[in-house]
């Protein structure tokens, strides 16, 4: 008999046995239609295979592809997902294959939009775009990076490179050329970028530059976009993709290229919702599949990427020298404010940046306007009653202020006076980008300001309209949180300026330092990017601290060497792989106990393998959406060997139905 293994949309880590009727052509990666529970529903082949069943056999009802939707590698994607991740198997696949990719036979050509309709791609052929391959000569540092990653890609040698280049060391231009090797080959090149907001200066600069379709893939394009260009794309006629994280789970079989912008950003790891996959792992898992080409490039890489390049798993190709001619920003320190967000100091730099007609950028690492409100008398602080956390003052277009949780997004007008103690005055504290931008109109007037958040990504468009007006120079001052970090290029911006430095500093987690070095670097790396001098200030009290220092001196490797050290004293990650335990419930004592229980059940059997399990306790967000959450983190060592294990003896867990199991592999978010 002919049996087929097939896995469904459905939160469960194994497949299920159909019987495939005689004369029914059914292959692995095809979806088929079959009784599933009480009714039908579509499934995907994971294997067929001949044998002998033990018991009766439901028959697979119908065949809905001809050919199968997911290729073999497409499909290996899917099932090493789900067991690097401990992440159901039809959630790997509904991932990989979504749901409006209802039927392959269509038209995959680039017909212009319907009118309306946003672009998502751009065609060959558009003389009024494209450009001349660029005939200017390299810095040595670009010259032999890319001559070396050439090597590899004309060898068609399976390959990882870590591209460590100081910002503005003209990593794109690198990238560029290797991408336009690739496609000249007749390979399909991926480029991934950490942020949304950065897909499409990229994606412009790709089709002004390359002679080939570009397609560009995020979440926030519309179903209908979407599914013409994974249709496209899995056709082998879109020969490179610009898009964010989940592009690493397109079709491309075709790959030969693979790059990673700024691969220590913390948004190539998905979170809250499954399969809670790096897509830095899963390009490198598929790379290797395919024998293509990595390229992950920063100027401040991962400890992890820093790391494997160290033991020989990447091979370290370094940018050091920057293409203009301006030296590297000046840094100065000052000393943080009492009451205001922006010192006098910085004031008088920015007026001094606005007199030269040159821009600037300031870093705030909060949104909203305020971080809390509390009563001047008993200290009464307005807490969202679902998530037990501080509600964020906002200031509303119209100019009211209201207050926000930033959990469960819900909302109320701000208290006239407390409402413990009925006293009057109650004190806005903290700072936002809202707050800095009210004092910059306060102080400077004259000065054109725009803001750069998640609240402006909201609004579809935003971050593009932003980032194209102050390219244009419709702007004197970019008030952003982490955003304006990214690997924008604006050459007419002199000065960066970081509010507070030691936001993140004394955060609950591991890699509190490395994040924090990490930022005001490449922040940093914003200022003097093209002939004009640079200037960098930073507003801080711990101008000593080894992550401040680092990115004073521009010295990572010296930051990289010392954190590592600590890492392997505390067993962190890269010496271990992390894997988060996090249970939610409405009965907090229950919660406590049923958490403690399992963990110590855990503890029993993966201590003496070697494993440590910390915790559980209370959550650092101890109380989500009306859920109470406890968690517990279980050090894997040598996780190549043993992670599949661990996870599995996780979830053997049993817990009472009210309450909720989330397994997280190397987190990154700790809250």
């Known amino acids: 008999m002919r049996i087929a293994d097939v896995a469904f949309p459905v939160p469960l880590h194994k497949g299920y046995h159909y019987l495939v009727p005689p004369g029914l052509d059914i292959r692995p990666g095809m979806r088929i239609r079959a009784e599933f529970g009480p009714r039908q529903r579509t499934g995907t082949v994971l294997s067929v295979f001949d044998g002998e069943p033990r018991f009766r056999l439901k028959p697979i009802a119908a065949a809905l592809d001809r050919e ?50 946003r672009s998502t791609d751009c065609a060959s052929g558009d003389g009024a775009s494209q450009r001349a391959a660029p005939s200017w000569e390299l810095t040595p540092g670009q010259g032999q990076a890319l001559a070396r990653i050439s090597r590899a890609l004309a060898e068609r040698t399976p390959s990882v490179f870590l591209l460590y280049g100081v910002p503005a060391s003209g990593k794109t231009e690198v990238y560029l050329r290797l991408i336009r090797q690739t496609v000249a080959a007749g390979g399909q090149a991926l480029f991934l970028v950490p942020e949304i907001s950065l897909t499409a200066p990229f994606f412009g600069e790709f089709c002004a530059s390359l002679s080939v379709p570009v ?9 209908r976009e979407r599914r013409r260009s994974w249709l496209a794309v899995r056709s082998g006629r879109v020969r490179v993709v610009v898009g964010a994280r989940s592009a690493a789970l397109l079709p491309l079989g075709g790959l030969r290229l693979a790059v990673l912008d700024e691969e220590q950003d913390e948004s190539f790891k998905q979170e809250g919702q499954s399969p809670l996959y790096h897509a830095r792992d899963v390009v490198l898992h598929r790379a290797r599949g395919l024998g293509a080409v990595t ?60 007199a030269r007609r040159e ?14 409100i509390m009563c001047c008398k008993c200290g009464w602080v307005d807490r969202c009653s679902a998530c037990g956390v501080a509600k964020i003052e906002h200031q509303e277009s119209s100019g009211a202020f209201v207050l926000r949780c930033h959990h469960c997004t819900s909302s109320s007008p701000l208290p006239a006076q407390c409402p413990e103690c009925g006293h009057g005055v109650l004190r806005a504290m903290g700072t936002g980008t809202q707050k800095v931008v009210s004092e910059l109109r306060r102080f400077l007037p004259a000065a054109r300001v725009l803001r750069l958040d998640r609240d402006v ?23 952003g949180t982490k ?31 490395e994040r924090t070095m990490q930022l005001l670097a490449q922040v940093a790396g914003r200022a003097g990017r093209a002939e004009k001098a640079g200037e960098v200030v930073l507003q801080t009290l711990q101008p000593g601290h080894l992550a401040v220092r680092g990115a004073i001196e521009g010295d990572y490797a010296a930051f990289a060497d010392q954190e590592l050290l600590l890492r392997r004293e505390l067993g962190y990650p890269p010496y271990s792989a992390l894997v988060r335990l996090l249970w939610s419930g409405p009965d907090e004592p ?18 003496p393998c070697g494993h440590e399990v910390v915790g559980p306790a209370a959550a650092v967000l101890p109380k989500a959406r009306g859920r109470f959450r406890y968690h517990a983190l279980i050090k894997v060592v040598d996780p190549e060997s043993n992670l599949e294990a661990v996870l599995a003896r996780a979830r053997e867990l049993r817990l009472p139905s009210s309450l909720r199991l989330s397994i997280n592999v190397d987190p990154y978010d700790l809250f």
């Open 68 to 117: 199968p939707a997911l290729s073999a590698e497409h499909l290996d994607c899917a099932v090493w997902m789900s067991r690097r991740y401990g992440a159901a198997i039809g959630e790997c696949i509904k991932a990989v294959l979504p749901a409006f990719i209802k039927t392959l036979d269509e038209d995959t050509g680039f017909a212009p939009a319907p009118s309306g309709e």
């Open 215 to 223: 397609v560009l893939w995020h979440s926030r394009l519309t179903d």
């Open 295 to 354: 390229v992950l490039g920063s100027a401040t890489p991962s400890l992890e990427t820093w790391q494997a390049a160290k033991r020989g798993a990447a091979e370290l190709v370094s940018m050091p020298q920057r293409v203009s001619s301006a030296e590297r920003p000046a840094v100065t320190i000052i000393p943080l404010p009492p009451g205001r967000a922006i010192s006098a100091e910085l004031l008088a730099k920015l007026k001094e940046c606005l």
């Open 359 to 372: 821009q600037s950028i300031l870093l705030v690492n909060r949104r909203g306007f305020a971080t809390l």
């Open 457 to 479: 990504l909201d609004a579809r468009g935003g971050d593009r309209l932003v980032y194209e007006r102050f390219l244009r120079g419709e702007a004197d001052v970019l008030v």
């Open 483 to 513: 955003l304006v970090a990214k690997s924008f290029h604006f050459p007419e911006v002199t000065l960066v300026g970081v509010v507070d430095a030691d936001t993140m500093l004394h955060m609950p987690d591991f890699r509190s330092a």
């Open 590 to 607: 229950a919660l406590a106990a049923a958490a403690s229980e399992a963990a110590e059940a855990l503890r029993a059997v993966l201590s």
